[in-house]
């Protein structure tokens, strides 16, 4: 029999479609997966009116009009999200039938991205419905003002115009062509090296004439109380930026106003909890900064050439970028120029955030707390370094609290149906959705974290785990997950654990989780150990982007619930092989973070992420009170008391209690571990 070049042709082409279904299906199910470990996306087999689009995102490239226009062929499209930052989108259709004709087209199909010059494969998904938040729109950082409209098209033309960028450099200002933006100085030079100006060396020729006008409007209007006397003008190809900083506080004085020329922008405010704010500046308007704005908060302007924005109209417009997924789309920047007004500063600054303040940097360094010695200073202590820190870093903390333990789930989920639990110390409610078939409530200390719970959809109120407004027996099991290892004696550790006992109805169970002393157990290093970061000096060690992984890394959680430092509930004296310095009478020491542990009761640091620390700058010594006023230091190191258990420790605590019986005790990842029953 002869086979016709035709129908080998014929063959090698079905092989060729073969082997492009088998690659669209293999991504697909990536995409599946990548959607589930990292976003928490379910995607479903059956087909329904809801599809989840991977490549096709703000965060990729791709614009709201350009999606709306490809997804609209095949339907009536209901509802379209695009959350920001994110490489995929949600699209409803009308009806499954349209869903179906969408994910039979698009699935595998290469589009080309608009004005990015480069082609991206969509892989589409079924999910059961497509839900998001509604986004609570941001509140401008106090002291932070914008002004639409502030100068004339006119007046914006000739300000351009009299900035000669093209020139030779003269006499009368200082230009520099900076890696991210041209910039020019008038008045006084600003020194990038040292962050400063020389106040003895006057540039000649002052501000530009055709500023005066402006100036005189905004003082007349309210807007500054001391004409400037510095001026910086900014360029901004697109793609280019500024990165996050605070203008100096001894350079210049509270004031600061920056007019926007040529294009807008997106300006990036960031608290040093963590919290961020974008905010969209106008073209032609004036930004503000006074009081806690200019001194505490950070402002930058990140390197891209697209914004994400609010699509209507009204989000072109000043004010905060809201994170609405159904209303933001891409806007390509232009060039930009701003012109930043300053007054030189005569005198030292001494304003109320010290912790920033280059002025009074050192000045009210307070020192390492000691270990407790009754009740008061025990409670004392914990307010200070537990409960205020964690209110502090609760957005950072909640940010990086996202994977459930398995052996904590695999308690939650082998509880019976309808079961009622309380997570005692829940912190962003990690637990709280794990088991729909159980009646879960949570509670935490930190008002921050518990308002993180609700935005989730959870039930969570805030109380101390000492007393938990809870009827007695009322409760069918609880979990107390990294609570207990924040307080700080024997008699408070005990007491949390004799309330948790008091909620469980009789035979109810407990899961209680505290932090070990062995890191390093039955010849097996801790997750926490084997990340070490590979710095060769371990003081800078916590100063690296991996410290805030500290516990989301070596521990299933740590709420905000507790308190702090501790008298041995074993006798100490032996020491059991464990390389443990008593502290009493002394001060707490630091943690090196990712080293084993050589005290039980010590100070962990928290870095908040993204911050730099100032060259020779020691972050060991900053072992301040989260609500001093050292804390809110620009990227500050926050420091949680803990007491870390040795084995049997815990154990021991839950016998010395008649009213419980010890179920199983075991090992996990650098945590003690024991289960209560309830008698």
């Known amino acids: 029999m002869q086979i016709t070049s035709m129908e080998v042709k014929t063959s090698e082409d079905h092989l060729k479609v073969h082997k492009m279904k088998k690659k669209v299906l293999r991504k697909q199910v990536r995409a599946q997966h990548t959607l589930m470990r990292h976003e928490g996306i379910e995607c479903i087999s059956h087909a329904t009116q809801s ?30 999200l695009m959350p920001p930052n994110k490489p995929y989108s949600f699209v409803k259709y009308g009806t499954t039938e349209e869903a179906k004709k969408a994910f039979d087209a698009l699935n595998g199909k290469e589009v080309a991205l608009e004005d990015f010059g480069q082609n991206i494969v969509l892989y ?32 914006e033309r000739r300000m351009l115009e009299s900035i000669d960028w093209i020139g030779d450099e003269d006499t009368q200002n200082a230009q520099k062509t900076l890696k991210h933006r041209r910039v020019k100085h008038f008045g006084y030079e600003f020194c ?102 200019r001194y505490l908060w950070t402002h930058g ?57 280059d002025s009074q940097k050192g000045q009210e360094r307070q020192v390492q707390p000691s270990f407790p010695h009754n009740e008061m200073e025990a409670s004392k202590l914990e307010q200070e370094y537990v409960h205020k820190v964690y209110e502090e870093i609760a957005t950072h903390f909640s940010s990086t609290r996202h994977s459930p333990w398995p052996r904590i789930v695999e308690f939650l ?48 109120f805030v109380c101390d785990a000492l007393s938990v407004p809870i009827r007695s027996g009322s409760c069918d099991a609880c979990i107390s997950i990294a609570v207990i290892h924040h307080f700080s004696t024997v008699e408070r550790r005990l007491a949390t ?83 443990a310095k008593p502290v009493a009478d002394s001060r707490l020491p630091i943690h090196t973070n990712r080293t084993s542990f050589h005290s039980q009761d010590l100070l962990v640091p928290w870095h908040l992420k993204g911050g730099p620390k100032k060259k020779g700058e020691s972050v060991d010594t900053m072992s301040f009170p989260a609500g001093s006023k050292e804390s809110q230091e620009l990227s500050p190191v926050f420091h949680r008391y803990y007491h870390v258990f040795r084995e049997g420790e815990l154990e021991a605590a839950c016998r010395s209690l008649d009213c419980v019986r010890v179920q199983k005790s075991y090992y996990d990842q650098g945590n003690w571990c024991v289960v209560l029953e309830k008698l």
């Open 51 to 80: 599809l989840v689009i991977a490549n096709a995102g703000l965060g990729n490239g791709m614009s709201r009009h350009q999606l709306l226009r490809i997804v609209e062929e095949y339907g009536l499209v209901e509802t379209l």
């Open 124 to 155: 589409i998904n079924f999910v059961e419905k497509v839900f998001w938040q509604n986004a609570v729109p941001p509140s401008l950082p106090p002291g932070l003002m914008v002004i639409e409209k502030i100068i004339s098209p006119e007046e």
């Open 192 to 293: 990038y090296d040292n962050n400063n100006v020389d106040k003895d060396k006057p540039l000649p020729g002052g501000l530009p004439e055709i500023c005066d006008l402006f100036l005189e409007k905004c003082l007349r209007q309210g807007y500054i109380k001391h004409k400037p006397d510095q001026l910086t003008v900014n360029q901004y190809e697109p793609g280019q930026g500024i990165p996050p900083h605070i203008d100096t506080h001894s350079a210049f004085e509270d004031e600061i106003i920056s007019l926007s020329l040529g294009a807008e922008i997106v300006m990036d405010f960031k608290h040093p909890d963590g919290h961020t704010v974008g905010i969209m500046l106008p073209r032609c308007s004036l930004l503000v900064m006074t009081g806690e704005s």
């Open 301 to 357: 302007i990140t390197p891209r050439k697209y914004d994400v924005i609010q699509a209507s109209e009204l989000g072109q417009k000043v004010g905060t970028i809201t994170a609405d997924v159904g209303d933001l789309t891409l806007n390509r920047r232009e060039t930009r120029t701003s012109f930043t007004f300053r007054k030189v500063r005569r005198s030292p600054c001494n304003c109320i955030y010290p912790s920033v303040c």
């Open 413 to 460: 989920r082998s509880l019976p149906k309808g079961s009622i639990v309380a997570d005692v110390g829940c912190g962003n409610g990690k637990y709280l959705g794990i088991n729909e078939d159980l009646y879960m409530v949570g509670c935490d200390r930190s008002k921050n974290l518990v308002d993180i719970c609700g935005e989730k959809n959870f039930q969570a």
């Open 497 to 579: 654990i004799r309330e948790l006992a008091r909620l469980l109805r009789p035979g109810g169970t407990a899961l209680i989780y505290v932090w070990a002393m062995e890191q390093e157990y039955k010849k097996q290093k801790s997750k926490y150990l084997k990340e070490k970061n590979g710095s060769k000096d371990k003081k800078e060690e916590i100063n690296t982007g991996t410290a805030q992984r500290l516990l989301s890394d070596q521990m299933p959680d740590s709420s905000s619930q507790d308190s702090a430092c501790s008298d041995r509930l074993l006798d100490d004296s032996k020491d059991e092989g464990c390389d």
